[in-house]
C-alpha cells in the first residue's frame, strides 16, 4: 500500500511558522530585517504558505514555446539562407526586421522550411506590402508586427499622421491579418517599473480594441511583445500576470475569443561591453523566466549584440542558449511549472492587480494616447527610470565587471562595431519619445574615455 510521505509529518501553519523565526531573529524587527520592497512597491516577505495565498490565477499557459532568432533582412535571398541555416540548427521560428520594403517572393521562395513560423518587425507601415506577406499565410503561419501606437512612442511621430495610420491599421486587419501587435519592450528597456510595463500594454491594447470595436473588425489574435529583466521570479509572475489581464481587457470589449500569443526578449537595460560574457548568464535567467511565465516564443539576444555587428559565433551561442534549456534542461516537459508556487501566485496577484489599478487610472484620463500627448506617460517611466539609475550608482543594483568587481585591465575602445549608446537625433516630433537606455551607459563612458 502507497503513502504519501507528506502523511507523516503535522502541517504547519504560516502563523506557526513566522513565530519560529520571529524567535531566530532574538529580537530583531521581523519586517525590518527580512521584508523588502521592490521598484514595484510590492512588500516581499521570507516564506509563502498556502494560508495567506488570496488567489490562484487561473491561467492557461501554451503547450509549448518556440525558440526564436532574430535575422535581419538586407537582401532576402542571403536572410533566407540565413534563416534555413538556423533551422537546420535548432530554431524553431524566425523573428526577421527590415527597414525598408524587399522582395517578398525571393524570401519565401528561398525558404525551405514552412512548417516553421514567421514573425515580421518591419519599421515602416506600409498597407499593401504588409497584406502581400498575408498572402503567403496559407503556407506559413506568419504575424507582421502591426503597431501604430508603438512607433509613435518610441518615435515621437506617427508613421504620416493619426488618421492615416489608423486607416492602413484597418486595412491591414480588415483584409488580411485580423491581428495586431503590442509592443511592450520599450516601457521596460526605458526603465518603467513592471506594474507600468503592465499597465501602459493594457491601455494600449485598449485603444486599438475601441478602434477596432468602432470599425467592427475581427480579431482572431493579439500578439504581445515583452522584455524580461533579471528579476527572475517577477519576470515569472508579469508574464502570467499579462495574461489574466490580456484576457480581462478583451473580454470586457466582447473579443474573449480572441488568442493571446507572447514573443520574449531579454532586456537590454542591464546589458554591458565590459566584461560581457556576463550577458550569457543574464540572458540565459531571463530566457527562463519567459518560459516559465509562459511565452510562445523566446527570441534571445547575443550577449554581443550591443557592440558587434551580427556574427556567426554570437548566433550560435544565443541559440544554444536556448536549445540547452529546451533539451537538456527539460524546459519544455511541464505546460504549466510554476502553477502552485505560493511565492509566484501571490506575485501575480499584486502585479495583477496593482497593474490594472493604473490601467483604470489612465482610462479615466482620457486613455494611453491622451497621456502620451500630455508626457504623463513619458514622465512617470523616466521618474522609475531614475530611481533604478540611482539605485545603481549607489551600487544597490549590481551589474558584476561594471559598478562591481570590474576588471581594469577589460579594453572595449578597438571592439566596437556598433555604437551601443543611446543616439541623439533632434526633429521636430508631436510627442516627447520615450528613450530605452542601459543602466551602465555613464559608467562605461567614463572608461572609453580613460583607456
Not at 512607433?151 to 486587419?173: C, S, Y
Not at 539609475?389 to 551589474?399: A, K, P, R, S, Y
Amino acid at each position: 500500500m502507497k503513502t504519501s510521505l507528506f502523511s507523516e509529518f503535522d502541517p504547519v501553519s504560516a502563523k506557526a511558522y513566522k513565530q519560529k523565526i520571529q524567535f531566530d531573529l532574538k529580537g530583531a524587527d521581523y519586517n525590518d530585517t527580512l521584508v523588502w520592497q521592490s521598484l514595484e512597491g510590492i512588500h516581499v516577505r521570507p516564506f509563502y504558505h498556502k494560508d495567506e495565498v488570496k488567489k490562484t490565477a487561473n491561467i492557461i499557459l501554451p503547450k509549448h514555446w518556440f525558440i526564436g532568432e532574430k535575422i535581419f533582412i538586407n537582401q532576402a535571398v542571403q536572410s533566407a539562407e540565413t534563416a534555413n541555416n538556423a533551422i537546420a540548427n535548432g530554431v524553431e521560428a524566425v523573428y526577421f526586421q527590415a527597414n525598408k520594403p524587399f522582395d517578398i517572393a525571393a524570401l519565401f521562395t528561398t525558404l525551405s522550411d514552412t512548417s516553421v513560423p514567421l514573425y515580421f518587425d518591419l519599421s515602416f507601415l506600409d498597407a499593401q506590402f504588409y497584406n502581400e506577406l498575408y498572402r503567403y499565410s496559407d503556407k506559413y503561419e506568419l504575424v507582421v508586427k502591426l503597431d501604430i501606437i508603438n512607433h509613435l512612442a518610441l518615435d515621437g511621430n506617427w508613421f504620416t499622421n493619426l488618421n492615416k495610420d489608423h486607416q492602413d491599421f484597418k486595412e491591414v486587419i480588415q483584409e488580411a491579418a485580423s491581428s495586431f501587435t503590442i509592443d511592450t519592450t520599450l516601457y521596460q528597456n526605458a526603465g518603467a517599473t513592471m506594474v507600468q510595463q503592465l499597465a501602459y500594454g493594457m491601455a494600449q491594447l485598449a485603444e486599438y480594441l475601441n478602434f477596432c470595436e468602432q470599425e467592427n473588425l475581427k480579431l482572431e489574435e493579439v500578439v504581445v511583445e515583452v522584455s524580461v529583466g533579471a528579476n527572475y521570479f517577477f519576470e515569472i509572475a508579469k508574464l502570467r500576470a499579462l495574461r489574466e489581464l490580456a484576457q480581462t481587457v478583451l473580454s470586457a470589449f466582447s473579443y474573449q475569443d480572441t488568442a493571446i500569443k507572447i514573443v520574449a526578449h531579454p532586456s537590454r537595460r542591464n546589458k554591458t561591453i565590459y566584461d560581457y560574457n556576463t550577458n550569457m548568464l543574464r540572458t540565459t535567467t531571463e530566457c527562463m523566466s519567459a518560459v516559465l511565465g509562459g511565452a510562445d516564443w523566446v527570441v534571445n539576444m547575443p550577449y554581443d549584440a550591443l557592440y558587434h555587428k551580427t556574427n556567426d559565433f554570437g548566433q550560435r551561442i544565443s541559440r544554444n542558449q536556448l536549445i540547452v534549456l529546451k533539451e537538456e534542461s527539460y524546459f519544455d516537459a511541464v505546460q504549466n511549472p510554476s502553477d502552485g508556487s505560493y511565492y509566484v501566485e501571490e506575485l501575480t496577484h499584486q502585479l495583477a492587480e496593482k497593474a490594472l489599478t493604473l490601467f483604470k487610472d489612465i482610462e479615466r484620463n482620457g486613455g494611453l494616447l491622451k497621456q502620451l500627448k500630455d508626457g504623463t506617460v513619458q514622465r512617470k517611466i523616466k521618474e522609475s527610470a531614475t530611481r533604478e539609475q540611482q539605485l545603481f550608482d549607489e551600487g544597490v543594483i549590481t551589474l558584476l565587471g561594471t559598478n562591481k568587481h570590474p576588471n581594469q585591465d577589460d579594453k572595449m575602445k578597438d571592439n566596437l562595431e556598433l555604437y551601443p549608446f543611446v543616439k541623439i537625433n533632434p526633429r521636430k516630433t508631436i510627442i516627447a519619445p520615450i528613450i530605452m537606455r542601459r543602466l551602465a551607459e555613464a559608467v562605461e563612458k567614463e572608461r572609453l574615455k580613460t583607456e
